[in-house]
T-cell receptor, first 117, second 114 residues
Framework: GAVVSQHPSRVICKSGTSVKIECRSLDFQATTMFWYRQFPKQSLMLMAT?????????EQGVEKDKFLINHASLTLSTLTVTSAHPEDSSFYICSARKNRVRIDTQYFGPGTRLTVL | KQEVTQIPAALSVPEGENLVLNCSFT??????LQWFRQDPGKGLTSLLL?????REQTSGRLNASLDKSSGRSTLYIAASQPGDSATYLC?????????????FGKGTTLSVSS
């Protein structure tokens, strides 16, 4: 159990377009979901934390108007990269936690490779 | 601000060797320490989770230890196999404005040759 999926796995888009990435917990309800980005040879950087039904909390330096996060249900969170630019090209990974208890582990999705031309 | 460092950045060993991956963190106020495996272009697989009150966790050929006082964790892999080749990430769990966060190191890329 505890499977997290992401869609799409890979996306290539033109500069200026918006891209939506979906993160789903397939066999459990996720009260909290996290979005990370990872540049080549770098560590995962937390972008934002979203609790179901609440606005996302963004990490310092992450533009909330550029990276729109919606966590409308207990099994789905979406990340929309608005007006994407080449510097937004990265590997985006989501994770989900079953409850709000901090000691609970996070289950990670397979990631989405975004390339902005 | 919590910083997590992993040494070495890369490691190559022959099959069968025992090896140790190191992780250090600057803030001892972590509530857990996790080790993950990441294959190229893939997501993360959780390997071991050590709560702040624990000293170590074991799963098969893997053993992870946690020493909060020194700010260190190690991942021991026994009898390494080519299938163990991957990047290993450690992450410290800490409290932030959103509640909790995982702070990741850059990883150690392991290559096991047959």
């Amino acid at each position: 159990g505890a499977v997290v999926s992401q869609h799409p796995s890979r996306v290539i888009c033109k500069s200026g377009t918006s891209v939506k990435i979906e993160c789903r917990s397939l066999d459990f309800q996720a009260t909290t979901m996290f979005w990370y980005r990872q540049f080549p040879k770098q560590s995962l950087m937390l972008m934002a934390t979203s609790n179901e039904g609440s606005k996302a909390t963004y990490e310092q330096g992450v533009e909330k108007d550029k990276f729109l996060i919606n966590h409308a249900s207990l099994t789905l969170s979406t990340l929309t990269v608005t007006s994407a630019h080449p510097e937004d090209s990265s590997f985006y990974i989501c994770s989900a936690r079953k409850n709000r208890v901090r000691i609970d582990t996070q289950y990670f999705g397979p990631g989405t490779r975004l390339t902005v031309l | 601000k919590q910083e997590v460092t992993q040494i070495p950045a890369a490691l190559s060993v022959p099959e069968g060797e025992n090896l140790v991956l190191n992780c250090s963190f600057t803030d001892s106020a972590i509530y857990n320490l996790q080790w993950f495996r990441q294959d190229p272009g893939k997501g993360l697989t959780s390997l071991l989770l050590i709560q702040s009150s624990q000293r170590e966790q074991t799963s098969g050929r893997l053993n992870a230890s946690l020493d909060k006082s020194s700010g260190r964790s190690t991942l021991y892999i026994a009898a390494s196999q080519p299938g163990d080749s991957a990047t290993y990430l450690c992450a410290g769990g800490e409290t932030n404005q959103a509640g909790t966060a995982l702070i990741f190191g850059k990883g150690t890329t392991l290559s096991v040759s047959s």
